[in-house]
C-alpha cells in the first residue's frame, strides 16, 4: 500500500536560514508526490509536484522539493526561510492503485520561522 | 471563480443529531472529495465522486453519506451524529487529466458533544 511519511511533527528556523521539511515515500511503481501546505484556519494550498522529469522540482512561494528516488524521499526546500512561511505542510502521494485520484497524506510538519 | 466553497464554517452538535455539509465548485470539476482532518493524522478520505450520479467509498465513510445531483455540488451528511466526528471537514476538486492539482475549500470544523 502507498504511505507517506513526515518523520519531524515540527521544525524551527531562523528567518533568513535555509529550511527543509522532510519526507519520505513507499509506493509500488513511479510515484506522484505532491506538496501542500495549510496556513491558520484555511484550507490546504497545492505547492508543487513531481509526476517526472527533473528530480529538482520549483513551486509556489519560492519553494522547491528535490525527488531522491535511492532515498525514497521528496523533502520540500527554501534556501531563505520568511515568517510568513510559518503553516502546516504535508506531503501527498497519489494512490495509483485506484481511481479516486485520491490522495494519501502524510500527517504534516508544522513550520515555525522565527524573527 | 469564487473555487471550492464549503457552508457552515463552524457547527456545533449533539450527539444523534444529523446534518449536512455543503460544498460547491464553479471550476466544472468532475472529481470531487471530502476529506476529515485530524490531529497528528493528516487528511483522509472520506467519500469520493468522478462525476454528477457517481460516488464512492474512501477510506473512512462510516457514518457519512453523499450524494452527486450535478457536477457543482457536493452535500456530506451525518446521519447521526458521533463525538468521534469531533473534526475538520474538507472538500476538494480536481479537474481530471494530469493537472493532478487538487483545490480544497476553507473547511468546516464541526464539535459533536
Not at chain 1, 53 to 79: C, I, M, R, W
Not at chain 2, 89 to 108: L, N
Amino acid at each position: 500500500a502507498q504511505s507517506v511519511a513526515q518523520p519531524e511533527d515540527q521544525v524551527n528556523v531562523a528567518e533568513g536560514n535555509p529550511l527543509t521539511v522532510k519526507c519520505t515515500y513507499s509506493v509500488s511503481g513511479n510515484p506522484y508526490l505532491f506538496w501542500y501546505v495549510q496556513y491558520p484556519n484555511r484550507g490546504l494550498q497545492f505547492l508543487l509536484k513531481y509526476i517526472t522529469g527533473d528530480n529538482l522540482v520549483k513551486g509556489s512561494y519560492g519553494f522547491e522539493a528535490e525527488f531522491n528516488k535511492s532515498q525514497t524521499s521528496f523533502h520540500l526546500k527554501k534556501p531563505s526561510a520568511l515568517v510568513s512561511d510559518s503553516a502546516l505542510y504535508f506531503c501527498a502521494v497519489r494512490d495509483i492503485g485506484s481511481s479516486s485520484y485520491k490522495l494519501i497524506f502524510g500527517s504534516g510538519t508544522r513550520l515555525l520561522v522565527r524573527p | 471563480n469564487a473555487g471550492v466553497t464549503q457552508t457552515p464554517k463552524f457547527q456545533v452538535l449533539k450527539t444523534g443529531q444529523s446534518m449536512t455539509l455543503q460544498c460547491a465548485q464553479d471550476m466544472n470539476h468532475e472529481y470531487m472529495s471530502w476529506y476529515r482532518q485530524d490531529p497528528g493524522m493528516g487528511l483522509r478520505l472520506i467519500h469520493y465522486s468522478v462525476g454528477a450520479g457517481i460516488t464512492d467509498q474512501g477510506e473512512v465513510p462510516n457514518g457519512y453519506n453523499v450524494s452527486r445531483s450535478t457536477t457543482e455540488d457536493f452535500p456530506l451528511r451525518l446521519l447521526s451524529a458521533a463525538p468521534s466526528q469531533t473534526s475538520v471537514y474538507f472538500c476538494a476538486s480536481f479537474a481530471g487529466g494530469r493537472t493532478y492539482e487538487q483545490y480544497f475549500g476553507p473547511g468546516t470544523r464541526l464539535t459533536v458533544t
